[in-house]
């Protein structure tokens, strides 16, 4: 008589026993499957919405700077040979090879300004980019259409009294539609005369604790009009998805692309996100490897009592002839199709159960990938638990005397 079909004979007699025992090999490979799977694709949305929050490269203009020494006292440093950015620079960065991952572009322009009776900061925008790129931003009001509209920074409009706090009830009725929650004031003053033209105050950013405090924006084209420096930039924001490829190798392909300006990555917003995304990765792990190590821990339960209970059958075996290998090839054939087939199982119920509860995990619609690497491990994984837990049991089975038979005689 053949082992394997000694191994089937036995499986089909104790359905209950290896339904079970597939039941919780399935369970914990489902458990983790769905985990992993979920941790993938709403890692891919944590990535993008990260990256698509404020920039994470700056490209400003090149220039050489020489710091004086005269007579053992420090003057200040001397910039030279000062590059220029234009706007079709902005443009070009489109032309790069990974210019599928740039989220978002942001040129400006910025410049002191006579504003009444002080001097300020004057920053010119393109309002669809900058608004994406400053989703933190809250305006009071809304956003700048026309050319002589402005947007005000917190402080600079608290200064120049363009606005009054309001009551918790009155907020509501000041923020009108596209505002971003506003804050807890009203623009009083709706007209502000920058460098002797008189704009019209639309919106006021409730408080960042940030330089756009300081800060009046206005377009981009106007604002260069305004300081009489057509075509030039000061600087341009990007915001780079950086989730399958180092921020490194975006930088380097604009400094290629626009020899003459220095491209930094700002490295704390970089790191920020490559640590949300490692912490979610270790989260998934570490509960998938608690869920599968309590199946293994039922697996060894239920194998050890299987040992017990077929005893007088082992014992039997063992008078007729039948060896300690065969005992083990035997058991091993048993475990190893349970765990196969609790491996399929797991594999397709976790897929189904994570392509059910991805909507509900993520704001965005992502996609819900089958990986077919994801399969085989978990058809690997299940032969791993259940011949691993398995395997005391086994062997104790394997070392029964004959003479254990008689008892059950």
């Given at each position: 008589?053949?082992?394997?079909?000694?191994?089937?004979?036995?499986?089909?007699?104790?359905?209950?026993k290896?339904?079970?025992?597939?039941?919780?090999?399935?369970?914990?490979?489902?458990?983790?499957?769905?985990?992993?799977?979920?941790?993938?694709?709403?890692?891919?949305?944590?990535?993008?919405?990260?990256?698509?929050?404020?920039?994470?490269?700056?490209?400003?203009?090149?220039?050489?700077?020489?710091?004086?020494?005269?007579?053992?006292?420090?003057?200040?440093?001397?910039?030279?040979?000062?590059?220029?950015?234009?706007?079709?620079?902005?443009?070009?960065l489109?032309d790069?090879?990974?210019?599928?991952?740039?989220?978002?572009?942001s040129?400006?322009?910025?410049g002191?300004?006579?504003?009444?009776?002080?001097?300020?900061?004057?920053?010119?925008?393109?309002?669809?980019?900058?608004?994406?790129?400053?989703?933190?931003?809250?305006?009071?009001?809304?956003?700048?259409?026309?050319?002589?509209?402005?947007?005000?920074?917190?402080?600079?409009?608290?200064?120049?009294?363009l606005?009054?706090?309001?009551?918790?009830?009155?907020?509501t009725?000041?923020?009108?539609?596209?505002?971003?929650?506003?804050?807890?004031?009203?623009?009083?003053?709706?007209?502000?005369?920058?460098?002797?033209?008189?704009?019209?105050?639309?919106?006021?950013?409730?408080a960042?604790?940030?330089?756009?405090?300081?800060?009046?924006?206005?377009?981009?084209?106007?604002?260069?009009?305004?300081?009489?420096?057509?075509?030039?930039?000061?600087?341009?924001?990007?915001?780079?998805?950086?989730?399958?490829?180092?921020?490194?190798?975006?930088?380097?392909?604009?400094?290629?692309?626009?020899?003459?300006?220095?491209?930094?990555?700002?490295?704390?917003?970089?790191?920020?996100?490559?640590?949300?995304?490692?912490?979610?990765?270790?989260?998934?792990?570490?509960?998938?490897?608690?869920?599968?190590?309590?199946?293994?821990?039922?697996?060894?339960?239920?194998?050890?009592?299987?040992?017990?209970?077929?005893?007088?059958?082992?014992?039997?075996?063992?008078?007729?002839?039948?060896?300690?290998?065969?005992?083990?090839?035997?058991?091993?054939?048993?475990?190893?199709?349970?765990?196969?087939a609790?491996?399929?199982?797991?594999?397709?119920?976790?897929?189904?159960?994570?392509?059910?509860?991805l909507?509900?995990?993520?704001?965005?619609?992502?996609?819900?990938?089958?990986?077919?690497?994801?399969?085989?491990?978990?058809?690997?994984?299940?032969?791993?638990?259940?011949?691993?837990?398995?395997?005391?049991?086994?062997?104790?089975?394997?070392?029964?005397?004959?003479?254990?038979?008689?008892?059950?005689?």
């Open positions: 008589m053949r082992i394997s079909t000694i191994a089937l004979a036995n499986l089909k007699r104790r359905k209950g290896a339904l079970f025992l597939t039941a919780g090999i399935s369970i914990g490979i489902g458990t983790a499957v769905a985990l992993l799977s979920l941790s993938n694709s709403i890692r891919e949305e944590i990535g993008s919405q990260l990256d698509r929050f404020g920039a994470n490269i700056v490209v400003v203009p090149q220039s050489n700077n020489l710091a004086l020494d005269y007579g053992g006292v420090a003057v200040s440093s001397v910039s030279f040979d000062v590059k220029q950015l234009k706007n079709q620079d902005a443009v070009d489109h790069i090879p990974y210019r599928d991952r740039l989220s978002v572009v040129p400006k322009l910025l002191a300004v006579k504003v009444e009776d002080t001097e300020a900061l004057l920053a010119g925008v393109n309002f669809d980019d900058e608004l994406k790129l400053k989703r933190w931003w809250q305006i009071t009001g809304r956003r700048p259409v026309a050319e002589d509209e402005i947007l005000v920074g917190y402080e600079v409009a608290r200064v120049l009294g606005i009054e706090p309001v009551a918790m009830a009155e907020m009725s000041h923020s009108s539609h596209g505002s971003h929650g506003g804050g807890q004031f009203k623009i009083s003053r709706e007209r502000l005369q920058i460098a002797g033209r008189q704009h019209r105050v639309t919106g006021a950013l409730a960042t604790s940030g330089p756009e405090d300081r800060m009046i924006f206005a377009s981009l084209a106007h604002v260069q009009q305004l300081l009489q420096k057509s075509d030039q930039l000061s600087l341009i924001e990007v915001s780079a998805l950086c989730k399958d490829c180092p921020v490194e190798d975006i930088v380097h392909q604009i400094s290629d692309r626009l020899p003459h300006a220095k491209v930094s990555a700002i490295q704390q917003s970089v790191r920020a996100r490559e640590h949300t995304i490692e912490r979610l990765t270790r989260f998934s792990a570490v509960v998938s490897i608690v869920v599968l190590g309590i199946g293994a821990l039922m697996i060894f339960t239920t194998m050890m009592g299987a040992v017990v209970e077929r005893t007088k059958e082992i014992g039997v075996l063992r008078a007729i002839g039948f060896r300690k290998a065969h005992i083990i090839r035997g058991l091993m054939i048993e475990v190893s199709l349970i765990s196969a609790g491996g399929i199982i797991g594999w397709g119920a976790g897929m189904l159960a994570g392509w059910f509860a909507p509900y995990f993520a704001e965005t619609e992502i996609s819900f990938e089958i990986q077919p690497l994801l399969a085989v491990g978990a058809i690997a994984a299940g032969l791993v638990i259940g011949i691993v837990s398995s395997f005391y049991p086994i062997i104790r089975a394997s070392r029964l005397d004959p003479s254990e038979a008689v008892r059950y005689v």
